[in-house]
């Protein structure tokens, strides 16, 4: 892991966040919404001048028009940037932080601390360079009722959320008890210079990227030749069509058979090649872009996790907030010993309600972290159960009598169209009594894999055989338990017993009755033990 240097550099001052006083976002917050409004308006200006210039005449006579459209437009959208920018302000008061905003038609949203689950920063390429970031008071509803404001300066944004956090947690603002004593305000302290728990180098996210393999740098370029396709000096798409429709397919197909069976499979290696280093590249690309600067810190507030390259995000995560860890590897990225660790917090990552903390990591570096969450990694000393075996074979049956069904329908339409017995038939012949017995020996291995149990402070659920996956969730944190069966279930006598929690639900599945009813009974027996009340927000 690198070491990472803290800026030493003397904090910029900033006016303390007073209570119940309107205030606005950074006048450059307009720099940027010029840059992100004006690539909007200008560059469709720019594509017609473009296109205009391969016809010298029109270029002359559109030229000087295009020119002044573009004048114009940064003008008017100068002027709606500076009024947006005086129309826009946000409180935070002592209930509640609320933001207005309009110019014509005006929008008030206000979120009560109650409500709000976590605050973070973000930092777009723009306003990285200018030294501002967007900060996000979060709901934990999956980003619908998320809260925004853009943009502030770092330090302002470090102390926004600071007393926001003072709030939402019930704590005495300081400036406030201050001003109440005729004392001036003290400083409300930043979550840094932590304690470094996890990092990530260069070196190491090149070696994170070559297990990510991605192909969306294909639907990138689709995307983008279907937007674009207009700038090209042909028809692409009509190109295509034309080739499927002329001989232009047949003449392809008859050059591939004037090759020997060598030079076929060496046509087809190399495409296979191609394609498997696009992907690697594209995850290696991917994962710099997403983990650059990885870090992860404990500080008085929690973790704190900072990351990004063109994104800079900066989150801090409450220990108390944390509801359950998720550990989980790959198929390949086990048998080197990788595995990743994630929160499940109150919060949302992303569009997730897991925070990576620790993506890419070996277990005696995820063990100490997990220790300062409160959580145990499981070993082999747990009191591990399977699922019933009825729930895994009731499984196999109905995913074998489905595969089975639709090769008697291919099998069925294959015969009547050709007439007779062909080596398609054969194929389809052996292919799904293969496929069926593979998928009753994947549920074999399945229920000789997935275990649970439920030690005196977690519980703990383990999933996969080859690309395992382990959940741990605190006992103390469980709000709900319940058993849950379906009519095959109830027949064959196993069920699904679902843990609820504020960070999400999850599940024992496939389990005995019997098993299911002590388990419940002794979770039930923890949460009576537990005050809520009393329980940190």
């Known amino acids: 892991m690198s070491e990472i240097v803290e800026d030493t550099a003397a904090p910029e001052e900033v006016p303390d966040i007073e209570i119940d006083e309107w205030q606005r976002v950074n006048p450059l917050s307009m720099a940027v919404q010029l840059v992100r409004l004006g690539f909007q308006a200008i560059i469709p200006a720019a594509f017609v001048l473009w296109g205009s210039a391969s016809d010298a005449d029109k270029f002359d006579m559109a030229g000087p028009i295009i020119g002044l459209v573009v004048l114009l437009i940064i003008a008017v959208v100068g002027f709606r940037t500076w009024l947006g920018w005086v129309r826009l302000r946000y409180r935070v008061g002592e209930n509640d932080v609320r933001v207005e905003q309009g110019i014509l038609s005006r ?161 087809i290696l190399y495409a296979v090649f191609a394609v498997v280093l696009v992907g690697i590249a594209s995850g290696v690309v991917k994962t710099l872009v997403q983990d650059w600067d990885f870090l992860l810190e404990r500080t008085p507030k929690g973790f704190r996790r900072r990351r990004g390259l063109l994104t800079k995000t900066d989150v801090v995560m409450p220990v108390h907030r944390v509801q359950a860890l998720v550990v989980k590897t790959g198929i390949i990225r086990r048998r080197f010993g990788w595995h990743g660790l994630s929160f499940v917090s109150l919060a949302q990552d992303s569009g997730s309600a897991n925070h990576d903390v620790a993506p890419f990591a070996k277990m005696e570096e995820i063990a100490p972290i997990a220790a300062e969450a409160g959580f145990t990694l499981p070993d082999e000393s747990e009191d591990w159960r399977r699922p019933s075996p009825n729930y895994y074979f009731d499984r196999g049956v109905l995913a074998g009598l489905f595969v089975t069904l639709i090769g008697i329908v291919a099998f069925t339409a294959a015969a009547s169209g050709a007439g007779g017995f062909v080596p398609g038939l054969a194929v389809i012949a052996v292919a799904v009594p293969a496929l069926v017995a593979l998928l009753g020996a994947r549920e074999i291995y399945r229920w000789r894999y997935d275990r649970h149990a439920l030690d005196p402070q977690q519980v703990i659920s383990r999933k996969g055989w080859l690309a395992p996956r382990t959940q741990v969730a605190s006992r103390v944190k469980l709000h709900s338990v319940e058993i849950t069966q379906g009519p095959l279930g109830r027949w064959r006598g196993y069920c699904n017993l679902v843990f609820g929690m504020a960070g999400g639900r999850f599940a024992f599945r496939g389990l005995s009755l019997a098993d299911a009813r002590k388990l419940r009974a002794a979770v039930l027996d923890s949460i009576a033990e537990v005050d809520f009340a009393k329980l940190p927000r």
């Open 107 to 267: 929008q008030a949203r206000s979120v009560p601390y109650e409500r709000i689950q976590d605050v973070s920063l973000e930092q777009k390429i723009v306003p990285r360079l200018l030294g501002l970031v967007e900060v996000r008071f979060e709901t934990g509803a999956g980003g619908k009722d998320e809260l925004k404001l853009a943009y502030v300066s770092e330090a302002e944004g470090e102390k926004l959320r600071e007393r926001v956090r003072a709030l939402v947690e019930g704590e005495e603002a300081k400036p406030l008890a201050a001003a109440a004593t005729d004392q001036p305000p003290a400083e409300v302290p930043a979550a840094s210079g932590g304690r470094q728990l996890f990092a990530m180098d260069p070196k190491r996210l090149v070696t994170f990227g070559l297990f990510n393999f991605s192909l969306v740098i294909f639907a990138v370029l689709l995307g983008a030749l279907q937007q674009f396709e207009f700038l090209l000096p042909f028809d692409l798409w009509g190109y295509v069509e034309s080739f499927f429709e002329t001989e232009g397919l047949s003449e392809a197909g008859s050059y591939v058979s004037t090759l020997d069976t060598w030079a076929r499979v060496a046509a």
